[in-house]
C-alpha cells in the first residue's frame, strides 16, 4: 500500500504565500512523476504543476511565475510554494504521484486526501 499525505493548507490573505507538502509512504520502488492539482467548488479538477524524476517543471499559465514546485526525492516528498495568492486560487489541493511499488512493474497515479487553501481577498 502506497499513501500520499498532504499538508500545509490553511487560510492565507490575498497576496501571502503558504507551502504544501505531500509524502508518499509504503511499499515504494520508485516514484516517477509527482504534481499538484486543484479543484475548486463547482469546477472541474484541474492541473497546477508537475515535476519529473530529474527535476523538469511544469506548471498551469495561471500559476507561472507566482508557484514553485520542488521535491526532495530521498524522503518521497513533493513541495508547492504558493506566493502572490489570489483568491481564485482558493480550492482544495490534491497531491499526486506516478508510483511502482516494491512488487510491482508499472508506475500507477496515486492521489493524495487533498488539502484546503482558501485566500481571502
Known amino acids: 500500500q502506497v499513501q500520499l499525505v498532504e499538508s500545509g493548507g490553511g487560510l492565507v490573505q490575498a497576496g501571502g504565500s503558504l507551502r504544501l507538502s505531500c509524502a508518499a509512504s509504503?511499499?515504494?520502488?520508485?516514484?516517477?512523476?509527482m504534481g499538484w492539482y486543484r479543484q475548486a467548488p463547482g469546477k472541474q479538477r484541474e492541473l497546477v504543476s508537475t515535476?519529473?524524476?530529474?527535476?523538469?517543471?511544469n506548471y498551469a499559465d495561471s500559476t507561472k511565475g507566482r508557484f514553485t514546485i520542488s521535491r526532495d526525492n530521498a524522503k518521497n516528498t513533493v513541495y508547492l510554494q504558493m506566493s502572490s495568492l489570489k483568491p481564485e486560487d482558493t480550492a482544495v489541493y490534491f497531491c499526486v504521484a506516478d508510483v511502482k511499488e516494491t512488487r510491482g512493474y508499472l508506475y500507477y497515479r496515486r492521489w493524495g486526501q487533498g488539502t484546503q487553501v482558501t485566500v481571502s481577498s
Open positions: 515535476i519529473t524524476s530529474g527535476g523538469l517543471t
Open positions: 509504503g511499499s515504494i520502488s520508485s516514484i516517477n512523476n
